[in-house]
């Protein structure tokens, strides 16, 4: 089985930095795409940052110039520097990863637990 587990979350008052982890594990024959989604109460889920496995990167534009995505592709390993944090930035954080488990298989979307991060005024 694949399994993504995230780290980092936490409580931050507005202002504040937290930077979030999610290695993937299990068997795993590549993984193409990685990102960061998050879902606020009362509204759906959305993309926060994406990046590819050539290192190409995409931010949605709340988040532009304060988050930074990267990608450690040895360790299966996606970060999330989050600087300059807003009380609209709370939200449960999930962890994406588009990848393949067997070479004979479809590539696949695969989803975190998930981590709260709660951005206080």
């Known amino acids: 089985q694949v399994q993504l587990v995230e780290s980092g979350g936490g409580l931050v008052q507005a202002g504040g930095s937290l930077r979030l982890s999610c290695a993937a594990s299990?068997?795993?024959?590549?993984?193409?795409?990685m990102g960061w989604y998050r879902q606020a109460p009362g509204k759906q889920r959305e993309l926060v940052a994406a990046?590819?496995?050539?290192?190409?990167?995409d931010y949605a534009d709340s988040v532009k110039g304060r988050f930074t995505i990267s990608r450690d592709n040895a360790k299966n390993t996606v970060y999330l520097q989050m600087n300059s944090l807003k009380p609209e930035d709370t939200a449960v954080y999930y962890c994406?990863?588009?990848?393949?488990?067997?070479?004979?298989?479809?590539?696949?979307?695969?989803w975190g637990q998930g981590t709260q991060v709660t951005v206080s005024s």
């Open positions: 994406n990863a588009n990848l393949r488990r067997r070479s004979w298989e479809f590539a696949y979307e695969y």
């Open positions: 299990g068997t795993i024959f590549s993984i193409y795409g």
């Open positions: 990046i590819t496995s050539g290192g190409n990167t």
